[in-house]
């Protein structure tokens, strides 16, 4: 029953929120470049946004979303979600009524690290900010993940994935030493001049 429910909240929320016209992709060429002919002021996402995409990422997990490679469509996104898409639509949700939106509509996790954040300290991050991830032994970012807190030296999180026992969307801890965190970020946002 809660998965229903919060499956119903999620896809009212998208219901009303493309009807609002909350979030604008001016500028966006749909081939990952961006149309700058007009002026756009970017900024750092604001803590309290940061915070709001995170609570959407909540609710994602609280309704057992699964892990599907490439899944980022608000009506399939229920069902199944990657890591981006994950973070691409909290932050989506987060944004409307807003004055602001995001650089680019879909991104990867790696397109995120080199050219949506500014890139902070892990003690700068804050919930809902960016974690950039990938392989131990490697420097590239393949996966991204939203930041809950720092405790007890480990770092809690939101993300989706899909690896050994895990599929979707869940809320997990590492050690804070851990070599997969490879940096943290905040979501840089389109403001006004729109």
């Keep these: 029953m809660r998965r229903v429910f919060v499956s119903f909240v ?29 002026k756009v002021n970017v ?6 946004i940061a915070a ?3 609570r959407f990422a909540e609710l994602y997990r609280d309704s057992d979303t699964t892990y599907e ?10 069902i199944g979600i990657d890591c981006s898409g994950l973070v691409i ?6 944004l ?16 995120m690290y080199q050219n949506a954040a500014t890139i902070v300290s892990c003690s700068s991050a804050r919930k809902g900010d960016l974690i950039f991830m990938g392989e131990p032994d490697s420097s590239s970012v393949t996966h991204i993940a939203l930041f809950d807190r720092l405790e007890n030296g ?9 690896k050994e026992n895990i599929s979707g969307v869940t809320a997990r801890f590492y050690e804070a030493s851990d070599s997969r965190f490879k940096a943290y970020g905040y979501m840089k946002l389109r403001s006004g001049g729109m």
Aim: hydrophobic content about 35%; proline content about 3%.
């Design 69 to 78: 490679w490439g899944g980022q469509d608000p009506v399939r996104s229920v």
């Design 154 to 162: 480990k770092i809690y999180f939101i993300d989706s994935t899909e």
């Design 10 to 38: 999620l896809l009212l929320f998208v219901f009303l929120s493309c009807n609002q016209g909350g979030v604008s992709d001016a500028g966006n060429m749909g081939d990952g470049t961006e149309n700058h002919s007009y």
């Design 96 to 111: 409307v009524d807003t004055q602001y939106s995001l650089l680019v509509s879909d991104m990867t996790a790696g397109y």
């Design 52 to 54: 709001r995409a995170f």
């Design 89 to 94: 639509m909290c932050y989506k949700y987060a």
């Design 43 to 48: 900024i750092d996402c604001p803590a309290d």
